[in-house]
């Protein structure tokens, strides 16, 4: 059975102590250190976040706002997509993350929370915790992004994406890897792969130029095979976010069963007319919410705050 592409529901976590993480900015070269004292970095992120769940909401997407615990301090809580996945098979995925200091965001509570609100049955757990402790890592739909109607995972090779742990994933999964190397503009290795790639359900955004040229046509030529509009950016997008959006699937009544393109606001700026429009044309809707805090501070985009919920079976 196909799977869906996009998910009509998502889980999002309100920070409690949003602020910047020096363990992850070792490999996180989007991240800035704030200008401003950590309670104004804090209310800020906070109004962003709460901003964009209303925008969600209006554009009927359903969304399980999960409150963070204060203590201990979590400065990345706000991005849960690095830390679980839901399936439309009924499967939760728990994975391992690189900073020590991410690893209390993995919360059973947010887990049962998202699954009440959301009407979603825990049918299995697939846990890849265990191989933190031997320094193996894969992060969520930051390291994978998924083509679930054609069961590939896409995946750029760094140290928050190990490829052992992306093998047992799509072993488990039933998805054919694809593993690649992607730098920024100054040949360090890209962090996520999803600050460089989006698949909807009929388009393809990408900045290609960041994989490396021996991995390149393979990449595109998988990605072409899945029919979809491939839609190229450059390297100075992505480090404004460009490709870090998500569509989302929600009802509308003159339109009926429709797609949602989530993107923030610095992302829409750094679109040429023309890539903007293309994309306009292969989603029904273009949602834009400004997160400047939570992208600078947090070096995450609109797409990280969002942990999709498929329906389950």
């Not at 993480?21 to 309670?39: C, D, I, K, L, W």
């Not at 979809?228 to 569509?247: C, S, T, Y």
Request: aromatic share 6%; charged share 25%.
């Amino acid at each position: 059975m196909q799977q869906p592409q996009c998910a009509d529901a998502v889980l999002m976590v309100r920070p409690a102590a949003f602020d910047y993480n020096p363990e992850t900015a070792a490999s996180n070269r989007m991240q800035r250190e704030a200008q401003v004292p950590p309670a104004t970095v804090r209310e800020l992120a906070r109004s962003e976040f709460d901003a964009v769940v209303r925008a969600l909401r209006g554009e009927g997407i359903r969304v399980c706002v999960a409150e963070d615990t204060p203590e201990p301090p979590k400065p990345d809580a706000v991005f849960p997509n690095n830390w679980v996945s839901f399936h439309a098979d009924g499967t939760v995925v728990l994975y391992p993350l690189l900073a020590a200091s991410r690893r209390h965001e993995r919360r059973r509570a947010v887990i049962e929370q998202a699954a009440e609100e959301l009407g979603f049955e825990v049918l299995r757990t697939l846990d890849l915790t265990h191989h933190e402790l031997e320094g193996r890592f894969l992060e969520g739909t930051g390291s994978l992004v998924l083509d679930r109607a054609h069961g590939v995972a896409y995946a750029c090779r760094s140290p928050r994406t190990h490829p052992m742990v992306l093998d047992e994933w799509s072993r488990a999964m039933g998805y054919e890897p694809v593993v690649f190397t992607a730098e920024d503009g100054r040949g360090a290795p890209l962090y996520h792969t999803n600050v460089l790639m989006s698949i909807g359900a009929r388009f393809v955004l990408i900045a290609s130029e960041s994989i490396v040229p021996a991995d390149r046509e393979r990449v595109l030529r998988r990605l072409a095979a899945s029919g979809r509009e491939i839609i190229e950016i450059g390297q100075p997008a992505v480090e404004r976010f460009a490709a870090n959006v998500l569509e989302l699937a929600s009802w509308d009544e003159a339109l009926g069963d429709c797609g949602v393109l989530v993107m923030s606001t610095t992302a829409r700026q750094a679109l040429a007319a023309r890539e903007l429009g293309r994309l306009a044309a292969s989603s029904d809707t273009v949602l834009t919410v400004p997160v400047p805090t939570i992208e600078r501070v947090g070096g995450g985009g609109v797409r990280c705050m969002l942990a999709e919920v498929f329906s389950s079976p």
